[in-house]
């Protein structure tokens, strides 16, 4: 569990839930009676007098009992100590101070935790002038405080995270990844997604885990079921996202195998990122241009480690610079190169742009696989078709790959995809596969209406719109036209699944 996932995530509790007591009422109680003056100190009284009352709000806030104080109100925070006549006015504005406080307090360990900084940044000695320009009377605690303090901070966030996991009335779902910091220090993370009831997806990163142990299937997976365990999600969750590793893959299996055992959850399933299938099909189509790739990449590392090159780009165009340094002519991309180059960009820009579309999206985006997969292979085939072109071969690579994770994808987006109203039953190839899916889902329709109770709400879909009909032009094999722009798609509401199922089987028939 880590502060920094907490609060630098679309975290459901702000950093202003970081109050030691709210006084805003205090601050505002005109209520009170007051009496003597509203002058303040530190020394004793003589001739100590108790106000007459006790029931104002900020008598809790302070102790009247400390013999060596004795009948001075003292403060239980600070330890500041008042006359026994000083107003209720006076005691009030002082707890006012100490939110105002509290709150600056908890904007610089937010800083310090999300910025990564160092606990001693708060005893840097130009930190604390530059905070003494803002602010002459503000002060910071020590660095052991300020530990302390993030320390309380996590505590407290964890306990609301379990209230908001605790209340979601649906299922739950994660993407995880492992990878290596420049200390060479491996790292686990969790991030969790949700649907809350007003039909919004929310995610945050709920924890980062440091692997110092092998980076085995059985470890990963102990380590995903321990937050599981410690959240009470094991129940709630229904699907993990992982890369194509073999240990995650494997690790999948194994909490499946875990969740069905012990919790009676049949519902879990593993899926494998689709950019990242993507971005393996691609990787190996480039492998096929290795040679002019690599030209460019040592030309562009011959300018960065030249410094007389460098120097000379800053008054030559690269051409002229080319023509008379044999350094650079050696690297220089040929018109071959230049043709290679371009045509590869065409081919890999739909690439690019299904990699933002399913990763950048604030909707669940399962159900857009097999229809952004559609388009992706109608782009193969098309560009193979056009004897201008000339990465047939890449175009080749790549599509073989993507054969080789289809079938998997194909299983697991099948359900999602048929209850899109903007998919329905176009990305099935008959009839025969359709009902199939169907099936499945009316086995699954009583499980999901009885355990959910979420309302339903029509969701504005403009934001993505226009990333929609650049795949719906590249699926349509009869556009020659990749990038065109189309009309809209009307908005079309999100039903119940047994409505939506109803009217897919109307389409149908």
């Given at each position: 569990?880590?502060?920094?996932?907490?609060?630098?995530?679309?975290?459901?509790?702000?950093?202003?839930?970081?109050?030691?007591?709210?006084?805003?009422?205090?601050?505002?109680?005109?209520?009170?009676?007051?009496?003597?003056?509203?002058?303040?100190?530190?020394?004793?009284?003589?001739?100590?007098?108790?106000?007459?009352?006790?029931?104002?709000?900020?008598?809790?806030?302070?102790?009247?009992?400390?013999?060596?104080?004795?009948?001075?109100?003292?403060?239980?925070?600070?330890?500041?100590?008042?006359?026994?006549?000083?107003?209720?006015?006076?005691?009030?504005?002082?707890?006012?101070?100490?939110?105002?406080?509290?709150?600056?307090?908890?904007?610089?360990?937010?800083?310090?935790?999300?910025?990564?900084?160092?606990?001693?940044?708060?005893?840097?000695?130009?930190?604390?002038?530059?905070?003494?320009?803002?602010?002459?009377r503000y002060r910071f605690h020590n660095r052991h405080t300020l530990k302390d303090n993030i320390v309380e901070l996590y505590e407290k966030k964890k306990v609301n995270i379990k209230l908001v996991l605790n209340n979601i009335?649906?299922?739950?779902?994660?993407?995880?990844?492992?990878?290596?910091?420049?200390?060479?220090?491996?790292?686990?993370?969790?991030?969790?997604?949700?649907?809350?009831?007003?039909?919004?997806?929310?995610?945050?990163?709920?924890?980062?885990?440091?692997?110092?142990?092998?980076?085995?299937?059985?470890?990963?997976?102990?380590?995903?079921?321990?937050?599981?365990?410690?959240?009470?999600?094991?129940?709630?969750?229904?699907?993990?996202?992982?890369?194509?590793?073999?240990?995650?893959?494997?690790?999948?299996?194994?909490?499946?195998?875990?969740?069905?055992?012990?919790?009676?959850?049949?519902?879990?399933?593993?899926?494998?990122?689709?950019?990242?299938?993507?971005?393996?099909?691609?990787?190996?189509?480039?492998?096929?241009?290795?040679?002019?790739?690599?030209?460019?990449?040592?030309?562009?590392?011959?300018?960065?480690?030249?410094?007389?090159?460098?120097?000379?780009?800053?008054?030559?165009?690269?051409?002229?610079?080319?023509?008379?340094?044999?350094?650079?002519?050696?690297?220089?991309?040929?018109?071959?190169?230049?043709?290679?180059?371009?045509?590869?960009?065409?081919?890999?820009?739909?690439?690019?742009?299904?990699?933002?579309?399913?990763?950048?999206?604030?909707?669940?985006?399962?159900?857009?696989?097999?229809?952004?997969?559609?388009?992706?292979?109608?782009?193969?085939?098309?560009?193979?078709?056009?004897?201008?072109?000339?990465?047939?071969?890449?175009?080749?690579?790549?599509?073989?790959?993507?054969?080789?994770?289809?079938?998997?994808?194909?299983?697991?987006?099948?359900?999602?995809?048929?209850?899109?109203?903007?998919?329905?039953?176009?990305?099935?190839?008959?009839?025969?596969?359709?009902?199939?899916?169907?099936?499945?889902?009316?086995?699954?329709?009583?499980?999901?209406?009885?355990?959910?109770?979420?309302?339903?709400?029509?969701?504005?879909?403009?934001?993505?719109?226009?990333?929609?009909?650049?795949?719906?032009?590249?699926?349509?094999?009869?556009?020659?036209?990749?990038?065109?722009?189309?009309?809209?798609?009307?908005?079309e509401p999100l039903y119940g699944i047994k409505k939506e199922l109803k009217k897919t089987e109307d389409e149908l028939n």
């Amino acid at each position: 569990m880590n502060v920094q996932g907490l609060l630098s995530s679309d975290d459901p509790q702000s950093e202003e839930d970081y109050d030691y007591t709210d006084l805003d009422d205090l601050q505002n109680n005109n209520n009170v009676n007051i009496e003597g003056s509203t002058s303040d100190t530190k020394t004793l009284s003589n001739k100590p007098s108790l106000p007459k009352n006790f029931k104002s709000p900020v008598w809790p806030y302070f102790d009247i009992e400390i013999p060596k104080y004795s009948g001075q109100p003292v403060c239980k925070q600070c330890g500041d100590v008042f006359e026994p006549s000083s107003a209720t006015t006076t005691l009030r504005r002082h707890l006012a101070s100490h939110n105002i406080i509290h709150k600056r307090d908890a904007s610089v360990i937010k800083w310090v935790v999300c910025d990564l900084q160092a606990f001693s940044v708060v005893e840097n000695k130009e930190w604390q002038e530059m905070i003494s320009n803002f602010d002459p009377r503000y002060r910071f605690h020590n660095r052991h405080t300020l530990k302390d303090n993030i320390v309380e901070l996590y505590e407290k966030k964890k306990v609301n995270i379990k209230l908001v996991l605790n209340n979601i009335l649906g299922k739950v779902s994660f993407t995880s990844d492992i990878w290596t910091a420049a200390n060479k220090i491996a790292f686990l993370s969790l991030t969790i997604h949700y649907i809350d009831t007003s039909w919004k997806l929310k995610n945050f990163l709920l924890d980062i885990i440091p692997m110092d142990v092998r980076h085995t299937e059985c470890n990963i997976a102990n380590n995903i079921l321990r937050v599981f365990h410690e959240f009470n999600l094991a129940e709630k969750t229904l699907a993990l996202t992982t890369n194509n590793a073999s240990s995650m893959i494997t690790c999948g299996k194994a909490i499946t195998e875990k969740l069905e055992k012990e919790f009676e959850n049949f519902s879990f399933a593993h899926y494998r990122c689709i950019t990242h299938v993507l971005n393996l099909a691609v990787v190996q189509g480039i492998e096929l241009i290795d040679n002019s790739i690599e030209k460019i990449r040592s030309l562009i590392n011959c300018i960065k480690n030249s410094q007389p090159i460098n120097d000379a780009l800053k008054a030559l165009s690269l051409n002229l610079l080319a023509a008379d340094n044999k350094l650079v002519c050696k690297y220089y991309s040929n018109d071959n190169d230049r043709i290679i180059i371009n045509d590869t960009l065409v081919l890999l820009e739909p690439f690019e742009r299904a990699t933002h579309f399913l990763s950048a999206s604030k909707y669940p985006t399962h159900d857009d696989v097999r229809f952004v997969f559609f388009a992706l292979q109608e782009h193969l085939t098309r560009y193979i078709n056009n004897n201008e072109h000339s990465q047939h071969m890449m175009t080749d690579s790549i599509q073989q790959k993507l054969d080789v994770y289809w079938p998997i994808l194909d299983e697991t987006s099948q359900i999602s995809s048929l209850l899109d109203p903007r998919v329905k039953s176009s990305t099935f190839k008959d009839e025969l596969e359709t009902n199939r899916v169907k099936n499945k889902i009316y086995n699954m329709t009583e499980y999901f209406s009885t355990t959910l109770q979420l309302t339903t709400k029509v969701l504005a879909n403009d934001n993505i719109t226009s990333a929609r009909n650049y795949f719906h032009q590249l699926k349509n094999p009869n556009n020659n036209n990749f990038f065109a722009s189309s009309e809209p798609l009307a908005n079309e509401p999100l039903y119940g699944i047994k409505k939506e199922l109803k009217k897919t089987e109307d389409e149908l028939n």
